[in-house]
């Protein structure tokens, strides 16, 4: 945790923004093309591992199957009140990847001074990657 | 190695004090704030109730008129018909009668209080990444640039994706931007005064709903009033019977109610919007090679998609707390946005990005200090520019106003002839997109690749560190 708690005290550097892939229709996909300005901090495949998991989570949330049709007809039975007690697959899907993020941060990211920000906090429109500077590395 | 730890902690110090990252972790030196919630500083054009669990357009006295219809024309009913049919017939009829009316309701609370999918404006650092690129494909700057486009291939369809001035974002497809909220929709259907919302991707099933149960309420009504009328009528008189019925409002409820639940369902079932049918976006007269990229192939999976799939949660986070480090611009001025007019616009929107030389007079938007953060955004919300409503730029496009005002006369949907006006069923307002695009399509969506040419981090280390000094001096004032 420590390295992180440095980043928060450190100087932006810039930030880059990975903005959504809208060839497949409306669905929560982003842009896996590597960003040239990331390409000293971290490993092309490395950063698209994270893309692609991400990609392959929102497709999860808003995959069309039994499930999601049985959860969508008991909703509309029960006047959505069910929704009072229980969360929507979309809403757990979400909590999975905050959890990922999180995880990725912590593992991957902060240790090479970069910081990847839920998408869900930016509206699902870009995957916003904090580049910070080198200084406050020292100790 | 004393003096070099404390030069290197004073280091750390300064990169404290000269920049905060727009993440929400709070400061230990913050002074204790009275928490807001977001919804009080959003910058659409929508009303909140129940601190932000409620959410309605500006306008919502056509909603408590529709109200008033239902809640009236129900009680007369059961007021009046039903004890007779009840005694007469089955009491079935009160019950199920009872059901549909709970139902209808129901659908039409949770239409108009619900997000309708409002896509939040960008943040200023996202407007900056966005305004960079677009200048840089679009070269040198006029004085009036051409209407931003992008083109995305779906599902082999060619789309264009609008530039929103208002939201500063590129909108998704199926996305539309509504005059009346001033909000960006994610799927806009139509902007309803009768709901007094929006229907965009997160209400249309409870719309759809809300329009289906109604017409099934005002057809049940409708055929056991004229029951009651006609087993009244062999008894006493037929005049008698007839005051005290709600047939009137049932009459022309019937046919507009049922031709509009006709119409969605036509709609659901080819995945269409009501704004892209209008428009006549996917009709098969702009081409033979015109189809729906969104459709699923069939009816029963297009009307499964729409009615039962998976509702996505509000992207507006209402309820949230703001947190004080992240700058708030001022709501009614955010929308603001002044292209190519002055130099003083572009060193703003240059300023804000740490990686441009420039280095402007006035504080940058996303660096602000905790200290300064009240003052900063108001400062350059200022120099964003006078009123929006002036500009020449969001014009709606002719064309397509007069096409859904023909629209309306011929599927005379609204039984209130002075309602047809301002109902807007209308295409919201839209940019117009001259055949002048951006000479940079050919890299499509992808944006990122213009970025790529663009951003040299080497050289900019040096300047970047004197714009930070730059910024120190100016935040300690």
Partial sequence: MRPFKLWQQAAIAAKVFIQRDYTNGTVCQFQTKFPSELETRIDKQQFEETVRMLNNLYAEAEKLGSHSYIEGCLACLTAYTVFLCMETHYEKVLKKIAKYVQEQNDKVYAPRGLLLTDPIERGLRVIEVTIFEERSLTR | ?477
């Avoid at chain 2, 459709?295 to 986070?317: E, F, K, Q, Y």
């Fill in chain 2, 1 to 477: 190695m004393h003096l070099g730890v404390s030069e290197s902690m004073r280091e750390c110090e300064y990169s404290q004090i000269s920049t905060r990252s727009s993440t929400p972790m709070e400061t230990p030196f913050k002074k204790k704030i009275p928490k807001k919630r977001k919804w009080e500083s959003f910058p659409g054009r929508n009303k909140f109730y129940c601190d932000g669990r409620i959410m309605m357009a500006k306008q919502t006295g056509v909603f408590y008129l529709t109200l008033v219809l239902i809640l009236v024309t129900c009680g007369l009913f059961f007021t009046f018909d039903c004890p007779f049919l009840a005694e007469h017939l089955t009491p079935v009829i009160p019950v199920v009668g009872g059901v549909l009316f709970v139902f209808v309701l129901g659908t039409l609370l949770r239409t108009s209080f619900s997000d309708p999918g409002v896509l939040p404006r960008a943040t200023p650092d996202e407007a900056a990444d966005l305004e960079r690129q677009i200048d840089v494909a679009n070269g040198s700057t006029g004085y009036r640039p051409p209407p931003r486009t992008k083109e995305v291939v779906i599902n082999g369809q060619t789309v264009k994706l609008k530039y929103c001035f208002t939201c500063k974002i590129f909108r998704p497809p199926r996305a539309s931007h509504c005059s009346l909220c001033d909000n960006c929709v994610e799927r806009f259907d139509h902007h309803c005064p009768w709901v007094g919302n929006c229907v965009g991707r997160r209400n249309y099933r409870f719309f759809y709903m809300f329009i289906l149960s109604l017409s099934f309420l005002t057809i049940f009504i409708f055929a056991f009033v004229i029951t009651h009328i006609i087993l009244r009528s062999h008894r006493g008189g037929f005049l008698n019977a007839l005051k005290d019925s709600p047939v009137v409002v049932c009459f022309f409820s019937v046919w507009s109610i049922v031709g509009l639940s006709g119409f969605h369902t036509y709609l659901i079932s080819s995945n269409q919007t009501t704004n892209e049918d209008i428009k006549g976006s996917w009709s098969s007269k702009r081409g033979k090679d015109n189809y729906n990229p969104y459709s699923h192939g069939n009816i029963v999976t297009n009307c499964c998609a729409a009615l039962c799939g998976p509702l996505p949660p509000s992207l507006i986070d209402r309820r949230g707390f703001v947190y004080l480090d992240t700058p708030q611009l001022a709501p009614p001025t955010n929308g603001i946005t002044v292209y190519g007019s002055t130099q003083s616009q572009q060193s703003h929107m240059a300023a804000a990005t740490p990686l441009l030389q420039q280095q402007s007079s006035e504080p940058v938007i996303i660096t602000a200090s905790p200290e300064n953060g009240g003052a900063l955004p108001s400062r350059t919300s200022l120099g964003l520019g006078g009123p929006c409503t002036s500009l020449p730029l969001g014009q709606p496009t002719p064309a397509t106003s007069t096409a859904s005002l023909s629209c309306q006369e011929s599927t005379d949907i609204r039984p209130l002839q002075d309602q047809v006006a301002h109902h807007h069923f209308l295409t919201p307002e839209d940019l117009p997109s001259p055949p002048g695009m951006l000479p940079c399509n050919t890299p499509l969506g992808h944006s990122h690749t213009v970025q790529a040419g663009f951003y040299n981090p080497a050289s900019q280390d040096s300047l970047h560190e004197d714009s930070v000094r730059g910024l120190v001096k100016l935040s300690s004032v």
